[in-house]
């Protein structure tokens, strides 16, 4: 008997073996050959891609390394460090920096002294030598020529040569 909304589901019915939804036909090689040209997707843009990808990341490897090799493990301070203690005006043209210097023993250091006028500007400019010595502390008094007064002297900067 058929009833309006039977269905008949049993095995090798035609509702149970006809897909409900079926696939969307797969295009043909000529025709993806032709959306992947009018999209760019072509072999060599995807060589040129990956090629883009491989030397940008060998660039920054590179970049890496140098910046490590650059503040890498090698590089140490040697404990050198400075504290200004004084300056003297002696005349318009010489001012004496007085400075306490630490650096490992045995080693010697190279340091800049400035003195600067009211303005900030630089009027005297001297880089000292700082022999290696068994101990760790030294005061060094340093005269400095200048090319008009000076109103404070210091440490500009020190390093291990």
Known sequence: MNY???????PGSPELSEPQHPSAPQPSAATAATLDDRYGRTPGRARRARFIGIVGAAAVA????????WAGPGQTSHGLDTDDIGYQVVSDHETVVHTQISVDPGTAAKCA???????????????????????RTRSVTTPVQTVSRGVTGLIHDCWVP
């Open 62 to 69: 590179l970049v890496f390394l140098v910046w490590v090799i």
């Open 113 to 135: 002294v400035q003195v600067l006028d009211k303005s900030y500007t630089i009027v005297g400019w001297k880089e000292i030598r700082v022999p290696a010595a068994e101990q």
């Open 4 to 10: 309006p909304g039977h269905q008949d589901n049993h």
